[in-house]
T-cell receptor, first 112, second 112 residues
Framework: DTGVSQNPRHKITKRGQNVTFRCDPISEHNRLYWYRQTLGQGPEFLTYFQNEAQLEKSRLLSDRFSAERPKGSFSTLEIQRTEQGDSAMYLC??????????FGPGTRLLVL | LAKTTQPISMDSYEGQEVNITCSHNNIATNDYITWYQQFPSQGPRFIIQGYKTKVTNEVASLFIPADRKSSTLSLPRVSLSDTAVYYCLVGDRSGGSYIPTFGRGTSLIVHP
């Protein structure tokens, strides 16, 4: 257990529905990352927060994806109008002062 | 971009030492090199991090030559439970931002 939690752990939804995932980072970490991982690939960067500010967002990220970290603690990732291609593992990681990221267990999304 | 290149797969036997090399020719001056281990359906787990020369902890060693264009993760006396995917990560600082870029990783299979 790295101290980073993600909920839910699994989500099955129908195409076109909206889904929201939550990440609770290590409490003293001010940096938070979201990644997407598909089978056989490494984690793909989606977005990055420092405290409540969203500082980076992948150019590959569709407008259907949005992330928030309203109080600089937990974060949510929402996918609107899900598509089958959104099926993947969504990972959250938190980071303190150095470059070490601590990952959560991930949320596995299946879009039918 | 600080891309990384690793062998796609490696095989070993219990009790052997395993060395996995990662190439990162465009590493920036202030980038650290971090290695992660990932089991199926879990988030990546931090193994070791270094900047130069050699770093050792209770599970692995990391060797970084003077030019820092590559790094080698050394796992002493592997066991079956070390079967996993191993990623090296170097921060991508192009444009002044830090975007972690994972490669496809190295799938290590340890045989009895």
């Amino acid at each position: 257990d790295t101290g980073v939690s993600q909920n839910p752990r699994h989500k099955i939804t129908k195409r076109g529905q909206n889904v929201t995932f939550r990440c609770d980072p290590i409490s003293e970490h001010n940096r938070l990352y979201w990644y997407r991982q598909t089978l056989g690939q490494g984690p793909e960067f989606l977005t990055y927060f420092q405290n409540e500010a969203q500082l980076e967002k992948s150019r590959l990220l569709s407008d259907r994806f949005s992330a928030e970290r309203p109080k600089g603690s937990f974060s949510t990732l929402e996918i609107q109008r899900t598509e089958q291609g959104d099926s993947a593992m969504y990972l959250c990681a938190s980071r303190g002062g150095q470059e070490t990221q601590y990952f959560g267990p991930g949320t596995r999304l299946l879009v039918l | 971009l600080a891309k990384t290149t690793q062998p796609i797969s490696m095989d070993s036997y219990e009790g052997q030492e395993v060395n996995i090399t990662c190439s990162h020719n465009n590493i920036a001056t202030n980038d650290y090199i971090t290695w992660y281990q990932q089991f199926p359906s879990q988030g990546p787990r931090f193994i070791i991090q270094g900047y130069k020369t050699k770093v050792t902890n209770e599970v692995a060693s990391l060797f970084i030559p003077a030019d820092r264009k590559s790094s080698t993760l050394s796992l002493p006396r592997v066991s079956l439970s070390d079967t996993a995917v191993y990623y090296c990560l170097v921060g991508d600082r192009s444009g002044g931002s830090y975007i972690p870029t994972f490669g496809r990783g190295t799938s290590l299979i340890v045989h009895p």
